[in-house]
């Protein structure tokens, strides 16, 4: 059983250069995994669309049936929203994932390494409403009986299958849409809560000092990019962030363990960075001078 684990982890690893050159390494997350996330989300909206329909029962009670269309129709569209808000709005946020994900141990990420942009996360949302709801709507409207809904029944579950399976007959577990936007969706399984990066251990990490102009050079992106590598422990990408770093910031000093120096470097680039926020001086990445 271990060793099937292993090979699976292994099948599914894929290599994940970030513009830097750094490879982080992934691990794609399996067909199983991504529908168990889907289903926990489509129960989170049902709850949400439960809450609606509740609603609008009280608004035509309180309107009347003569109104009852046009509560009927503000009804379907609120859903639409509710469901594609729900994925826009989890996906789109610093752990690009949702509730479902979350609790499933992965995330949505680019394939070319770089951080999720909001085109990505509208184009693999909104492929779903091709991919899943569109079927499942016209399987609901066309249920009855007779030849025309039969067939319709027929094509709606086909079209729902081929999309559903697609993800198995890929290497890359990819949908659709992700295949569209530029995605995958890979392991992020929970963690301990890991000690803070910020604080100072009195360590040879101490022993580095930058000037204001070597902490320039990078923003709040390649912050966060700092604190995957540091907390993945990932040697290789270490010393290639950091030779990047002594690169890009002029530093003299070659002759240093990588760690402990991007550790100061993390230190005192957060302490930057929070520093020009309470001027309202916000630097997104190394672009934003």
Same mark, same amino acid.
């Given at each position: 059983m271990a060793r099937r684990e292993r090979r699976r982890h292994v099948d599914n690893r894929r290599s994940l250069v970030t513009p830097e050159g750094v490879d982080l390494g992934v691990t794609l997350a &399996?067909?199983?995994t991504r529908a168990g996330a889907f289903l926990l989300d489509a129960v989170f909206? %049902?709850? +949400?669309? /439960? @809450?609606i329909t509740i609603i609008a029962v009280f608004g035509l009670g309180g309107l009347g049936l003569d109104r009852a269309?046009?509560?009927? $129709?503000?009804?379907?569209?609120? $859903?639409?929203? @509710?469901?594609?808000?729900?994925?826009? +709005?989890?996906? !789109?946020?610093?752990?690009?994932?949702?509730?479902?994900?979350? /609790? %499933?141990? $992965?995330?949505?990420?680019?394939r070319d390494g770089?951080?999720?942009?909001? &085109?990505q996360v509208i184009a693999r949302n909104l492929m779903r409403e091709i991919e899943v709801f569109l079927p499942l709507s016209m399987l609901l409207a066309r249920a009855g009986t007779g030849v025309a809904d039969t067939m319709t029944t027929v094509f709606g579950l086909v079209w729902a299958l081929i999309f559903a399976l697609f993800p198995l007959f890929n290497r890359d577990r990819m949908r659709i849409g992700d295949l569209l936007a530029g995605t995958w969706v890979v392991e992020a399984p929970k963690r301990a809560l890991a000690e803070d990066l910020a604080q100072r251990s009195g360590s040879k990490e101490d022993d580095f000092q930058?000037?204001?102009? #070597?902490? &320039?050079?990078?923003? /709040?992106?390649?912050?966060?990019? @700092?604190?995957?590598?540091?907390r993945g422990g990932n040697e290789a990408a270490q010393n290639t962030v !950091?030779?990047? /770093?002594m690169d890009k910031t002029g530093f #003299?000093?070659?002759?240093?363990? !990588?760690?402990?120096?991007l550790t100061a470097y993390y230190r005192q680039l957060r302490a930057h960075l929070e520093r020009k926020l309470l001027l309202g001086k916000r630097q997104v990445d190394k672009h934003d001078t």
């Open positions: &399996d067909a199983g909206i %049902m709850l +949400a669309g /439960i @809450l269309e046009p509560i009927a $129709v503000v009804w379907i569209v609120l $859903v639409f929203f @509710l469901r594609n808000a729900y994925f826009l +709005a989890f996906e !789109a946020g610093r752990g690009a994932r949702t509730p479902g994900k979350r /609790i %499933m141990g $992965v995330r949505v990420a680019s770089s951080g999720l942009a909001i &085109d930058f000037t204001t102009a #070597q902490l &320039d050079a990078y923003g /709040i992106a390649e912050l966060h990019k @700092l604190e995957e590598v540091l !950091a030779k990047a /770093i #003299q000093h070659r002759n240093v363990r !990588a760690k402990p120096f």
